[in-house]
């Protein structure tokens, strides 16, 4: 038993729940604990006994290495069919603040990113009506006629199934021809919570529970990974966590598809089924304590199957992230240059980080910077003197905002319908 493991048993020794004491030792002996075991974690009160078992866990398993990846986000259109209530990023096509970014300058964003050393763009939009089903596929082409050596990471579940509906495609054709057309990956968002009493409530229509797992299967079937998240914090509870979890486990045991696992907490500040109280027992986001906790869970949980736990500093802050990586945590995310999505439901923590603030972050609390590339293949340890493109970039006006681009005439949506 290595150093870690060993430490982190001695705290199960000290005065706490002795229910929570065993299954944390069961963990620590890399048993897997079943779907009540993790709601006893959920609720326990000893934050510090979960957190010091999930980070000897993430020792144990991947070292002290946090990784990153340099990467853009391109959000090429806020247009969507669906009115998800936790969403503030959607707007209905006859919405003034409305836009669609052409295919041109889509691929003109890729590129930009490659200069500053993104190895890769992940591609995440609105479901607009009466698309071209086809589009997904030209994209993914049109940015490797340019780009060929660049990842892209691209198109959720509910995209997929989208386009595949939009283009006559099954999701297995439509998945082989976008990765034809250059697709590396897929985000496993559009998950929320994997129990469909849950997803009936605050995403009423939404990609079904049964529908994504199909999706997901299928792409990792195909020999296209993903990465697989949570979103919390809103009228779920411990055993809606505890189930999506398990499914996730499930998945991974038979298919290994999953890259790394990203907890995602609700922002809530311009969430419409907020805003407008359109939902019972709503929370306003998730309590410290929660995030902590779901942090540490999804570490004890999965550690078996999936290596990687991804902190999203986007939706906690860098400072609460650190703290993170001591909660089971090992992966701080990409440097973004443009975040659409949580930006406009209210995260108040940026659209971009740049990479030496990343291995600044990861030093400060003892641990080593290694910049990966999105499917953890290629893991580059960097010194203190490293200095990459983006490290020069002051701030985000040289990629522009996410309030600044609803305003471009432009790639106003009623100017750029596909």
Known sequence: MNYHISHADNILNKDIDPVVSSILDRALSLKDISVKEAVELFECRDIHALTTVADALR???????????????INFTNVCIKRCGFCAFSRDFREEEGYLLPVDEIVRRAKEAYRFGATEVCIQAGLMPRMDGYLYIDICRAIKKELPDIHIHAY????????????????????KSLKEAGLGSIPGTAAEILVQSIRDKISKGRIKVKDWIRVIKTAHRLGIPSTATIMYGHIESSIHKAVHLAIIRDIQRETGGFTEFVPLSFVYREAPMYKYKSVQGLRDGASREEVIKMHAV???????????????????????????LNAGANDLGGTLMNESISTAAGSMYGQMVRPKDLRDAIRSVGRIPAERDTLYRSIKVLSSEHEDPLDRVDDTGIFGSYHELIRIDRFKYSNNKA
Do not use: C, H
């Open 156 to 175: 959720s579940p509910e995209e997929v199934l989208y386009g595949a509906s939009r283009s006559g495609m099954s999701i297995e054709e439509y998945l």
């Open 59 to 73: 020792k144990s398993s991947v070292g002290d290495i946090v990784t990153y990846v340099i990467n853009r986000n």
């Open 298 to 324: 999804s570490r004890i949980m999965l550690n078996n199957y999936i290596k990687n736990l991804q902190v999203s500093w986007v939706k906690e802050g860098m400072d609460f992230a650190k703290e993170l």
